[in-house]
């Protein structure tokens, strides 16, 4: 197994999940002779599994597999922030489709997505998104969630780090490191 390979928990729309091993991009691609999205997904006992992306939920990319834990073995509790995020990056909410009961409210989902143009190309090419989950400490430190499971996406607020104050244009201010290396006049030069 490469080294770039890292683990992986998929979970379908159905429910079940698939412990396995993804790279950490361009595993997404077109089925041969079809224009549906695939992933092959290495699982645990070395077979490749080609699995639609219309039938996954999302893919946790996880610390430890956590295979006696059937029912969350992604560890994700938190799906929320409880407050403002501190990193740099879009904050998302979104809604995954397929609900069990019409009557329940969708569920729903926030994570920082990168400042870059990713984001965008991910979502031209249908493929979807990679988000930072509420809880850095927790088992899932990546979560990729296809666009095909999000039925509401919004954007909560963009997350950036404060800049510091430039200089006005034209402005003339002197440094202290201007005034070290300032040349000194011809007869006050020591001998």
């Avoid at 089925?31 to 997904?41: I, M, N, P, Q």
């Avoid at 039938?55 to 597999?65: A, P």
């Avoid at 569920?107 to 997505?113: H, I, K, R, S, V």
């Avoid at 990679?130 to 850095?136: A, E, G, N, T, W």
Wanted: charged share 25%; glycine share 6%; hydrophobic share 35%.
């Amino acid at each position: 197994m490469s080294s770039a390979h890292k683990k992986v928990i998929v979970r379908r729309l159905h429910g079940d999940t698939l412990p396995g091993y993804l790279p950490l991009s361009g595993f997404v691609r077109l089925r041969a002779g079809d224009k549906e999205r695939v992933l092959d997904l290495l699982d645990l006992s070395g077979r490749v599994l080609s699995i639609s992306l219309a039938e996954i939920k999302h893919i946790c990319y996880v610390r430890d597999f956590n295979l006696g834990d059937t029912v969350n073995p992604e560890r994700l509790t938190r799906r929320t922030f409880l407050a403002r995020p501190r990193t740099e990056g879009l904050w998302l909410r979104l809604s995954f489709r397929g609900q069990a009961t019409p009557a329940s409210e969708p569920e729903q989902f926030e994570g920082l997505a990168p400042l870059d143009l990713n984001l965008l190309d991910d979502a031209l090419n249908d493929a979807g998104l990679f988000l930072i989950p509420p809880d850095v400490r927790s088992n899932t430190q990546r979560i990729y969630i296809p666009r095909a499971s999000i039925s509401d996406l919004q954007l909560l607020a963009v997350i950036t780090t404060p800049s510091r104050k430039k200089p006005l244009p034209g402005g003339s201010t002197s440094s202290l490191q201007e005034d070290l290396f300032r040349a000194l006049p011809s007869d006050s030069r020591p001998n």
